[in-house]
């Protein structure tokens, strides 16, 4: 059974950092290809950024490029996510996914691409 946890979140004020993380297990982690969404209240979730299986592709949202950092390391079946300069427009809860598909040749960017979802970790910046 595939399972993802996230951890990290919390209160930050503006301009802030957080270091998210995911742990997976119950899937070959180096073989899928892994993603961050988010949802913020009264919102739908959207994309935040994914890495390919093998870490050498990244995509992210137009919002947070430039402050975001995403990597993976497949030694340890751990996601990360590097938050930098935080927006109160950030805040939200956030949640890791993995890839449906092992090997995808791109970088997934749509949820309905991602099958296996953690629990959120919720992520609050204040002005």
């Known amino acids: 059974q595939v399972q993802l946890v996230e951890s990290g979140g919390g209160l930050v004020q503006a301009g802030g950092s957080l270091r998210l993380s995911c742990a997976a297990s119950?899937?070959?982690?180096?073989?899928?290809?892994m993603g961050w969404f988010r949802q913020a209240p009264g919102k739908e979730r959207e994309f935040v950024a994914a890495?390919?299986?093998?870490?050498?592709?990244?995509y992210y949202a137009d919002s947070v490029k430039g402050r975001f950092t995403i990597s993976r390391d497949n030694a340890k079946n751990t996601m990360y996510l590097q938050m930098n300069n935080l927006k109160p427009e950030d805040t939200a809860v956030y949640y890791c996914?993995?890839?449906?598909?092992?090997?995808?040749?791109?970088?997934?960017?749509?949820?309905?691409?991602?099958?296996?979802w953690g629990q959120g970790t919720q992520v609050t910046v204040s002005s």
């Open positions: 119950g899937r070959t982690f180096s073989s899928y290809t």
């Open positions: 890495i390919l299986w093998n870490g050498r592709s990244t």
């Open positions: 996914a993995t890839d449906r598909s092992a090997g995808r040749a791109y970088v997934a960017t749509k949820s309905d691409e991602y099958n296996y």
